[in-house]
């Protein structure tokens, strides 16, 4: 009878530091999780930053014509071209960053996705 009781208190002790381990865990994987999330955030708004850059350089992007300067200095063709290019590089980068960005953004998804799920099993055994 005593060894039943000295049994019975061993696994119950055993099941408190169980839980209290699944505590630790649990909160250790919130803590990732936050970090994971602040991280995206961090991603995001440059993503819209970079996406406002865009599409204020979007108009020039596409050749606006070279106009007659009816008053002041008349601009140089060569000046044109090269701006517009410029402009087009421009773009083009801004559009590599977007991608680069939504990119790193999909990959902390995915760093997400095992820690929810360790979560989710977690809650489920409390």
Partial sequence: MRHLIY????????????AADNATELQNLYN???????????????????QELRR???PRLYGTPMRPQLIGKITNYDEEIEAQKNAV???????QQADQLLAKYSEIEELKKPLQLRIYDLSLNK
């Avoid at 049994?7 to 169980?18: E, I, P, R, Y």
């Avoid at 990732?32 to 970079?50: E, G, K, R, T």
């Fill in 7 to 18: 049994a019975l208190l061993l696994l119950q002790l055993s099941f408190a530091a169980a």
């Fill in 32 to 50: 990732a999780l936050n970090m994971l999330n602040q991280q995206q955030q961090a991603i995001y708004q440059q993503f819209q930053m970079v």
């Fill in 56 to 58: 204020g350089s979007a």
């Fill in 89 to 95: 590089l421009r773009g083009e980068y801004l559009y």
